[in-house]
């Protein structure tokens, strides 16, 4: 078994709005609102390092989560937009935990790497105990803030999420999960010379077709109905992409939680983040099943499935 | 009814009105069709033609226009 125990977070507390962004890319606040639905997203430090805010975001979620790092059985770490490539954040984000000889493995997939990461943490936690996953992203540093940079400079915050995934208990046992990978069209999202490089008409083709698919097929095999989900944590990629996911799969909209309005894209880091302010919110215990989905680099993409525990 | 008055009623469901572009006017510099719109657009072919449109076709190139899409379609046929 494995169960999602708990979530944390971290942000920087720089906002940045569409009005200081809109003129260096050649745009208005307002059309940047209307074809992302982001009013501002955060940016973060020069000092930071996605180590650095990774770990925040872990300690955040080891607090909630009320046990200590000691207690961890593996690490799993999504990143995007790390400083260096190898090693990666993973082995540094241990090592500031305390931790000398627990694994920690680095998922170097933009968007989709927390999803990925969550999926195989509940393979691997019957076997490791807990596992804590986290995703960190820095994508101030991936963009160009340049009329040419436009379609990514306008999506993308810098932020970090992480959940803990726990082998004998939680607030909701994932039940079943599905991951999938097109390398075929790996050239329309990819970083190349420190910057991110996005064909965003393709990626919103390819993104609102894929995810809906994950969504039903993950739905159908477990026998349940969009309408029964409580809630839907997708990747918070653009508002308009998770309004179509919404009704591609028949499920009302106000189920979708989204926070890109406040954050922007947070790539890997979204999925958590989001994770943790629905729970925070969460007036009472969960009663129906969550559905998570996120799509990426890659191109990866997929679902996953919790249930009330 | 003629592939290309097919493929214009799938175009006129999805936009919501009664359009009627040039078999080779791009539907997307005419603001008919967007990323999204196409998503839609697509499915309704997949649905009129019966036909599976797999997602490694899903470019813009394709279905910029009636033409296109209407050889598209004879293609798969």
């Known amino acids: ?309 | 009814m003629e592939p290309q008055a097919r493929i214009l009623k799938v175009l006129q469901k999805v936009t919501g009105k009664e359009i009627s572009p040039g078999a080779d006017e791009s539907l997307f510099v005419s603001g008919l069709l967007d990323s999204f719109a196409l998503t839609d657009f697509v499915t309704g072919l997949e649905e009129e033609f019966g036909v599976a449109i797999p997602d490694s076709d899903l470019s813009a190139r394709k279905f910029d226009t009636i033409s296109k899409v209407e050889a598209y379609l004879a293609a798969k046929a």
């Not at chain 1, 940016?43 to 996605?50: E, K, L, R, V």
């Not at chain 1, 477990?222 to 918070?236: C, G, K, P």
């Not at chain 1, 894209?265 to 999925?271: G, P, V, Y």
Request: glycine share 8%; with cysteine; net charge neutral.
């Open chain 1, 1 to 309: 078994m494995a169960y999602l125990r708990a979530f944390g977070s971290w942000l920087p507390s720089r906002r940045v709005s569409n009005r200081e962004v809109a003129p260096l890319v050649d745009a208005t606040p307002e059309w940047i609102l209307e074809v992302t639905g982001i009013e501002e997203r955060r940016y973060a430090t020069d000092a930071d390092t996605i180590a650095g805010i990774g770990l925040l975001a872990a300690q955040n979620c080891l607090e909630k989560a009320g046990i200590t790092a000691a207690e961890l059985g593996m690490i799993l770490v999504a990143s995007g937009s790390s400083d260096r490539f190898c090693p990666g954040p993973a082995s540094q984000i241990a090592a500031s935990l305390g931790l000398a000889s627990t694994p920690a493995l680095d998922i170097p997939v933009a968007s989709a790497g927390s999803l990925m990461a969550l999926a195989l943490a509940a393979q691997l936690a019957p076997k490791l105990g807990r596992v804590l996953v986290v995703g960190a992203e820095i994508m101030s540093r991936r963009v160009s803030l340049t009329p040419e940079g436009k379609n990514t400079a306008i999506l993308f915050g810098d932020g970090a999420g992480a959940a803990l995934v726990d082998a004998e208990k939680g607030f909701a046992r994932i039940a079943d999960s599905c991951l999938f990978t097109d390398g075929a069209a790996a050239e329309i999202l990819f970083v190349r010379d420190g910057h991110f490089h996005m064909d965003g008409s393709a990626v919103i083709l390819q993104a609102s077709r894929k995810m809906p698919r994950a969504i039903n097929e993950l739905l159908t095999r477990n026998r349940i109905a969009a309408t029964d989900v409580e809630a839907f944590l997708l990747h918070q990629a653009n508002l308009n992409l998770i309004t179509r996911v919404a009704a591609a799969v028949k499920a009302p909209r106000e189920r979708f939680f989204t926070n890109i309005d406040r954050y922007g894209n947070t790539s890997s880091a979204s999925l958590l983040i989001a994770a943790d302010e629905w729970r925070q919110g969460l007036a009472s215990a969960l009663t129906g099943p969550l559905v998570f989905s996120a799509f990426g680099a890659g191109l990866n993409w997929g679902a996953l499935l919790a249930v009330p525990s």
